[in-house]
């Protein structure tokens, strides 16, 4: 695992108490959060989310690691979930500190559009347009996508984008002949599966062919925005074959270990 690198402590006590600053950066955050991969850093910001709120502190340190839960992989659906079964434990007037702050943190995006500045941040990065939300094939995806013709004459092209964490179900580009697809990431930060090996991380400029066949499916980073222009490639009787959804547990236990290693 690498090791996470914190600065918290000297920005803000640095001059005043450096031995307090040196404890929090290099040994609370470089070697406890970083020390092994038996707990993922998923796994440790619940620990902590639950130990802050069990003492009832909800000032900007629990925001803080609110925030990191979010990035490492922590849904909103499962934190109301986390702080839901802790109130049982903890108690009902921490717990209810605790929602208001999560509530801040975490973005109620389900069904809905998602943030417009994240969403504009996102099409001032790229050359394409987003265009419209996906929904002839909303069914085929977990999140919010969307999609933008780029070219429709001879081979077409589709600029598709995604919300964070959305993704698209597993799915096979089947020809009896040629056939699959080409992806050209413009944008933002995603990843790419195919069905029984690592995920592989995907950044602007990068690109994955897909040969008939080969189950398989992409998406955005949890925490990041992301486009990518799709091409069919020309064949013999092509079809395309929608499998089973990608879920949240899947989903996380797939890019976890990519996300921790690129921080």
């Not at 979010?70 to 934190?79: A, F, S």
């Not at 919010?144 to 780029?150: G, H």
């Not at 698209?168 to 413009?186: E, F, P, R, S, Y």
Request: charged fraction near 20%; aromatic fraction near 12%.
């Amino acid at each position: 695992m690498q090791k996470i690198k914190q600065t918290a402590g000297r920005d803000a006590l640095g001059s005043f108490a450096p031995a307090f600053a040196h404890l929090n950066d290099d040994v609370l955050f470089g070697e406890v959060w970083s020390r092994n991969d038996l707990l993922s850093l998923r796994d440790r910001s619940l620990v902590t989310v639950v130990a802050l709120m069990a003492q009832g502190l909800t000032d900007s340190s629990f925001k803080y690691h609110l925030e990191s839960a979010r990035k490492n992989g922590i849904t909103q659906t499962e934190i109301a979930e986390i702080l839901t079964h802790a109130a049982f434990y903890a108690g009902w007037p921490k717990a209810w500190a605790a929602f208001r702050m999560a509530k801040e943190v975490w973005t109620e995006t389900d069904g809905q559009e998602a943030p417009a500045e994240g969403k504009e941040a996102h099409a001032r990065s790229m050359i394409f347009p987003i265009g419209n939300p996906n929904k002839n094939y909303a069914r085929y995806f977990i999140g919010n996508s969307y999609l933008a013709p780029v070219v429709r004459e001879g081979i077409p092209v589709f600029n598709v984008t995604f919300e964070p964490g959305c993704r698209n179900n597993w799915h096979i580009h089947h020809a009896d002949k040629g056939g699959g697809q080409t992806l050209i990431c413009v944008g933002g930060r995603g990843f790419y599966q195919e069905w029984g090996k690592e995920a592989v991380g995907l950044l602007p400029g990068d690109s994955i062919y897909i040969p008939a066949g080969v189950k398989h499916w992409h998406g955005a980073a949890p925490d990041s925005w992301f486009s990518h222009l799709a091409m069919e490639v020309p064949g013999e009787n092509c079809s395309n074959e929608w499998l089973e959804p990608v879920d949240d547990q899947e989903y996380f236990s797939s890019v976890q270990h990519k996300c921790n290693t690129e921080k």
